[in-house]
């Protein structure tokens, strides 16, 4: 069971945009839309942001979009501001056998 | 407001075993499937087992297989983790994390932390 493959690290300044990518394979992000994403701040349970690709869950903040194409699903996040300093996981349904895998994670730094 | 409240880590020596357990409330367990996520040190999430609402259908990841148990009362609205011959590489925070249709955790715990040493 292969980890989806994220950037360690990724940075920006208050008010930019950000990408993070998040590549898997045909058996995993490239055959299901069941592709989430979670926040994590230091010493935290991680927190739902995106579901099946593109949805945000209630209460999230319209600034995360999510995307695929493919096998890379991406989570990009507009207007950074010092609190989305965080890491971020991916995740993809893999399938009866495998089930699901998660991103090795990114640790976003807002500059 | 839901609520998953995970016990029963500590230290345990190589080959030791131990259960986990996760109270559940603020939704209706019974109708809900249920995971094991763990976090190692320093590390990325990793996803450990699945119980679906009934406790008919479960799976493991391949590193806890044959050595990891699920299971779930819900009369009793928990979730359980029986971990037998554990490993160094076991050590982690383990959360449990109600599990959703679209194949998400909407909810986690807060976890509990496994020493294997």
């Known amino acids: 069971q292969s980890a989806l493959t994220q950037p360690a690290s990724v940075s920006g300044s208050p008010g930019q945009s950000i990408t993070i990518s998040c590549t898997g394979t045909?058996?995993?992000?490239?055959?299901?839309?069941?592709v989430s994403w979670y926040q994590q701040h230091p010493g935290k349970a991680p927190k739902l942001m995106i579901y099946e690709v593109t949805k945000r869950p209630s209460g999230v903040s319209n600034r995360f979009s999510g995307s695929k194409s493919g096998s890379t699903a991406s989570l990009t996040i507009s207007g950074l501001q010092a609190e989305d300093e965080a890491d971020y996981y991916c995740?993809?349904?893999?399938?009866?056998?495998?089930?699901?895998?998660f991103g090795g994670g990114t640790k976003l730094t807002v500059l | 407001e839901v609520q998953l409240v995970e016990s029963g880590g500590g230290l345990v020596q190589p080959g030791g075993s131990l259960r986990l357990s996760c109270a559940a409330s603020g939704f209706t367990f019974s109708g809900h499937e249920m995971n094991w996520v763990r976090q190692a040190p320093g590390k990325g999430l990793e996803w450990v087992s699945y119980i679906s609402n009934r406790g008919s259908t479960i799976y493991y990841a391949d590193s806890v297989k044959g050595r990891f148990t699920i299971s779930r009362d819900n009369a009793k609205n928990s979730l359980f983790l029986q971990m037998n011959s554990l490993r160094a590489e076991d050590t982690a925070v383990y959360y449990c994390a109600k599990f959703r249709y679209s194949y998400d955790f909407d909810f986690w715990g807060q976890g509990t932390l496994v020493t294997v040493s």
């Open positions: 045909s058996s995993d992000v490239g055959s299901y839309n069941l």
């Open positions: 995740c993809s349904y893999a399938g009866s056998s495998t089930y699901v895998v």
